[in-house]
């Protein structure tokens, strides 16, 4: 089983300001990684796929990058919506499919 | 659009069943592998299970092989989850999601998720 881990578990960031986020996996997943944004009582939502591909709908300030073992995630001009909880996922090897254990995006 | 809506969450007791309901719209349903995600309270994300888009294939996690089953209706547009032997550790939002791909996938359209509470 690949094991996803993601640093920080919180940070705290002000608005208008760079938030990096980071996912490591226990062996490389190529660039089959996943990055979803969830809010309290929300369903996640898919921002990025194939470790740097935005989704459908999903603001350019959302930008993903790395491939192998190290992955991350960068919000260029922090939002006051986008403050949440964010996860990896790893697609590369399964079953199973495996996810970070989340890093709290807040607000500074 | 594509929507997903689940049902058929509640409370239950140890060691009894549930079935979840999740009701695909917006594209065609018997293209798409189809998945499960939970959440416990307060905790992050744990893929539970898969079927491809024809019903032939399954995956489970670990956590609920033998006790889960993954089915789905195509002329319904309907995915399934029958829980057997429910534990305590198995309460938890239960969302079901749509794949780009049969098991390499990532999900592109979640549910808004069904709660499972097993409890006495």
Redesign the interface.
């Known amino acids: 089983e690949i094991v996803m881990t993601q640093s920080p578990a919180t940070l705290s960031v002000s608005p208008g300001e760079r938030a990096t986020l980071s996912c490591r996996a226990s062996q490389s997943v190529s660039s089959?990684l996943?990055w979803?944004q969830q809010k309290p009582d929300?369903?996640?939502?898919?921002l990025i796929?194939g470790a740097s591909i935005r989704?459908t709908g999903i603001p350019a300030r959302f930008s993903g990058s790395g491939s192998g073992t190290e992955f991350t995630l960068t919000i260029s001009i922090l939002q006051s919506e986008d403050f949440a909880v964010y996860?990896c996922?790893q697609?590369?090897n399964?079953?199973?499919?495996?996810?970070?254990?989340?890093t709290r995006l807040e607000i500074k | 659009q594509v929507q997903l809506v689940e049902s058929g969450g509640g409370v239950v007791q140890p060691g009894r069943s549930l079935r979840l309901s999740c009701a695909a719209s917006g594209f065609t349903f018997s293209n798409y592998a189809m998945y499960w995600v939970r959440q416990a309270p307060g905790k992050g994300l744990e893929w539970v299970t898969l079927i491809s888009y024809d019903g032939s294939n399954k995956f489970y996690a670990d956590s609920v092989k033998g006790r889960f089953t993954i089915s789905r209706d195509n002329s319904k547009n309907t995915l399934y989850l029958q829980m057997n032997s429910l534990r305590a550790d198995d309460t938890a939002v239960y969302y079901c999601a749509r794949g780009r791909g049969f098991g390499g996938s990532y999900f592109d359209y979640w549910g808004q998720g069904t709660l499972v509470t097993v409890s006495s």
């Open positions: 089959n996943a979803y929300q369903a996640p939502r898919l796929y989704a996860y996922q697609y590369n399964w079953p199973p499919i495996t996810f970070g254990q989340g």
